[in-house]
């Protein structure tokens, strides 16, 4: 069995999909993660000691020791950069990409990967990049040559999300979560993780340790593919 994660910056496989990666190795399932960008235009967290100019290099460094810690076989880097999160994109960033190149990216890595389980956050928090990446990976299952039994997209649901910035209406709306997963097993793995991206400030520090705990002991996703069909909630995604 084997899962592949796709993401748009170093840092979103452990802030966001942290935990379903964790959760996936210790079942045994071996895991890949693609990477659209390095993270170029991250702002730096104070006290870490890296410039702008050398920001790429540090954060896939980052990327490839927080993949480590969470058990991930390989990282796959796709090549574009950074886009921000205003402001005119590059032409070689990921949001003036064509979503027909960017998907043809991912392509290549899942005929290369062969994945079961495809996951891609949803790209509903209003970031560019987490759209563009999204839309690609959703476009790539369709084309691949042996596309994977099942695609995911991870959410942040509205009830967490939605309740802590104090608007109801962000995040994804919690009727179309078809997938939780009760991750709690693996928080100290997942905060080591975080702390591998030492350039970045975490969204959890400043939580509560409640709300850290909303955030962080359970991962909500929506699954595309197969078109969800109704019925009860699934519980895992690597059934024994």
């Known amino acids: 069995?084997?899962?592949?994660?796709?993401?748009?910056?170093?840092?979103?496989?452990?802030?966001?999909?942290?935990?379903?990666?964790?959760?996936?190795?210790?079942?045994?399932?071996?895991?890949?993660?693609?990477?659209?960008?390095?993270?170029?235009?991250?702002?730096?967290?104070?006290?870490?000691?890296?410039?702008?100019?050398?920001?790429?290099?540090?954060?896939?460094?980052?990327?490839?020791?927080?993949?480590?810690?969470?058990?991930?076989?390989?990282?796959?880097?796709?090549?574009w950069r950074d886009s921000g999160v205003d402001g005119a994109a590059a032409a070689d960033s990921l949001a003036a990409a064509a979503t027909d190149d960017v998907a043809a990216a991912i392509v290549k890595v899942l005929d290369d990967e062969r994945p079961d389980v495809v996951v891609t956050p949803d790209g509903l928090d209003g970031h560019r990049d987490h759209a563009a990446i999204a839309r690609a990976t959703l476009q790539a299952v369709r084309e691949a040559s042996t596309p994977p039994a099942r695609t995911y997209v991870w959410c942040l649901p509205q009830s967490v999300l939605g309740a802590y910035v104090g608007d109801p209406s962000v995040g994804t709306p919690d009727d179309t979560i078809t997938t939780v997963l009760d991750t709690t097993e693996h928080l100290d793995r997942r905060w080591r993780a975080i702390r591998k991206h030492a350039t970045q400030v975490p969204p959890f520090d400043v939580m509560s340790t409640a709300q850290q705990e909303l955030f962080l002991t359970a991962d909500h996703l929506r699954r595309v593919e197969p078109a969800w069909t109704g019925g009860p909630i699934e519980r895992e995604l690597f059934p024994a």
């Open 1 to 79: 069995m084997k899962m592949l994660v796709v993401v748009a910056h170093p840092d979103d496989e452990t802030f966001g999909c942290g935990s379903v990666l964790a959760h996936a190795a210790a079942r045994g399932v071996e895991t890949v993660v693609a990477c659209a960008t390095r993270g170029e235009l991250g702002e730096i967290a104070p006290g870490s000691g890296a410039q702008p100019a050398d920001l790429g290099d540090v954060r896939e460094a980052e990327l490839r020791a927080a993949a480590q810690e969470l058990g991930v076989a390989r990282v796959v880097m796709l090549g």
